[in-house]
């Protein structure tokens, strides 16, 4: 069994899992504020992010699932419980299918037979089923989505003929999450639900943009970093100049973030697939043009009534707009550095 | 080309009015009588910038080069010519009369000095990039002004969608052709492209280009009445510009080879305006005319809907500006009778057919101007900068300019006339260079 690593991916999305869980916190009221539910989620994810054993990767989300259940059982109850051991099961099988087929749970040492295929798109399935049944929660479900993408950059790095294998079913699975997030996002009717959709739609891309390979991973963490954080800001509550530059940049106009870093991770896909990426972030971009201004009367959580603008957040995005956008040269190094090694 | 220049006068001329919105917004906080004249003090600065770059073009104009994102091929190219200097000139100008006349509110006053330097930044970008970069701030400043930003970002979010994938497919071929990513226009006009591709590309991009239309008639018909005057100014302008000097010139072959349709399709959108309401979609059929003269690629009519795309905003911004029954007459009669010397009376020597058409079309349009205009005197809408004095200091310079245009007509032929040329020679110059072959 292959521990976690602190290579350059893990430190990078270890970041922003980071960053999620703390403004989670931060917008969790007094009485619900937990510091070691919140550890517990952040370790979680980190360790399902930084390792390339499906052992390892099935504890990590395990962890961040219980914690997850019991932040929002009291709200969701069984049915939420019960989508999480449909999920946990479904892993798990295929994390045993693929141990006694090859004796092994490190992406690097599985070889690329019909069992373990099967095992590994069993243990994606209840990743996902893991992934959606968070939705419940807007922030944990952000970091769980990063988590996602890079467990499956891990498997792109580490077992590419696994993941050419799988690669009609990725693409598929992705191209669903794209198109599902984009209407989504114009259909949403409150900014919780137009971050959750805006989180399936970033991830579909991610995912989508891994047939790229080696050269696109920079470009995928660099978008990746750029949708999670806005996402997570815009969440958290900013005022009406930073809910205008963030979704500005979610909608990927341009000079913002969300142009700018898309826009290599586009150029590296093949013209069916950049056609169903584009019909996606259209409909993502009318979601986003709808959020601007829209009369703040949803709140974020069930059970608190009041939906707070915070000038800090709006300050950080600004910075976010500024560095990304305007001055992208720092993030793409610091990107090219986490990705490079990897492949 | 003349060497850059030690001072980045045109990186000046573009940011100068974003720097002045900045200022403003911050004294803004504090008092909001000097909001206007602060602004109107960094607009009249622009201008006296704008004139001098104007004077500089005689020599070949200007350029600066600067690197920007290296890692993904973009830099910051900015070149002045005669076209984009004299479209500079106006922006400063109308945004000048316009703070003046009206006195907006820190909002207003803010957007409308994003909108310059946004709108600078597009006459004088050279990488593709940068043009999407600013026409992007084009839409932020458009949406802000209008009373209804929600509306004018769906369209207009489309609209930039559609053409991210245009810039997205010519990235990818850049890439594919010269090994290294590049967003220089230059570069990509020497791209060889198959010619089916080619003509996709440009209906794609022309497709963004109309989409984004409808953005601009719901942010003017839903602007307050002191911002339409610069969105007049300014919109249909860049609109104009970006098919002239981006679209045409990277997909040539597939402008020609659509030009029946576009053609078809401007004349459509003069019919339309013949049924218009109000001045708004009139303006949008008169942009329908220039579109028309551009895609006869013949060089009298390309020059003289060069001069449309400035006739057009400076008729329609001195109709909404002025008040007194002699002036609104006036621009009227300069936006009927312009079109016919400069565009309507050359296409009958080179197409006749479209030049029936084209000529129908704008009786239509006209008769319904006429009936438009008549209409506002009655009813005294579309007029509303309060002050008398202050109006007609406003319009003084428009009415000047426009008479300019009149008594000196082939001055203003010579300056807009290289960029015709080297709008047709971009066709010309792509057919001389073989086409990939058609796909097997």
Redesign the interface.
Known sequence: MHGPSMDGVSLFVGSLIAVVVILDAITDSRNERDPRRSLVTFLGLFLAASTRDLLWIYVGFEAFSLAAIIRYAKLRGAPLRARAMVGSGASLLGVLLVAVSSRATDLAELESTTAVNLGVLLFAVGLIIKWLQSQAAPFLFLGASVALVAVFVRVEAWAPGIADELETVSWLVAAAAIVAGGVGSALATSTRSLGVWLTIFTVGLAVIALSGGAPALPYLLMHLAASSVVIALVLTGTKPAGT?LA??SL??????PG??T???L??GLQPNT??VA?VG??FA??G???E???PKLFSLRDDDASTRERSWVTLAVLAVVLVFGLF??AL??VA?HAASGLF | MAPDQAFPLLTALVFLPALGGLVVAIVGQRSDVLVPWLAALFAGMTLVLAVWVLGETGGGGLSELRAW????GVSFILKSDGLSSVLVVWVALSTLLTLIATLPGLRTAVAMLFLETAANGIFFAQDV?LV??F???V??AV?WLSSV??NV??F???G???L??W???F??MA?AQTGF?STELARWRSLVLYPDEERSLFLLGACGIVLLVPAFVIAVDNAPRAHRLVLFATIGVIGSYLVLRLLVPLCPRGAEASSSWVLAFAALVMASAGLARGFTLMAVGYHGLVLFGLFTFQESVVVGAELMMIAVAIGFFGLVLTTSRGLVWYFVLFLIGLPIVSVLVPVWEGHPLWAMLGTLTFVMMAYRFVTLAKASLVNNVDNFANGSRRRLLSASPVILWSVSMIIGWSVWTAQVKPSAIDFINSSSVRRSRPARDARP
Do not use: D, H, N
């Not at chain 1, 909608?251 to 913002?256: D, I, K, Q």
């Open positions: 205008w979704m500005l909608a990927s106009v341009p000079p913002f142009f700018v898309k826009l290599v586009l150029a950049l056609t584009l972030l259209l971009g009318i986003c043009a709808r601007v201004e829209r992208p040269e793409i190094g090219t | 994102v290296p890692a993904m990039f999407f970069a026409l992007g701030g839409v932020v949406a930003p929600r970002l769906v207009a979010t489309a930039l969608t559609v991210f994938g810039f997205v497919r990235y990818q890439y990513a």
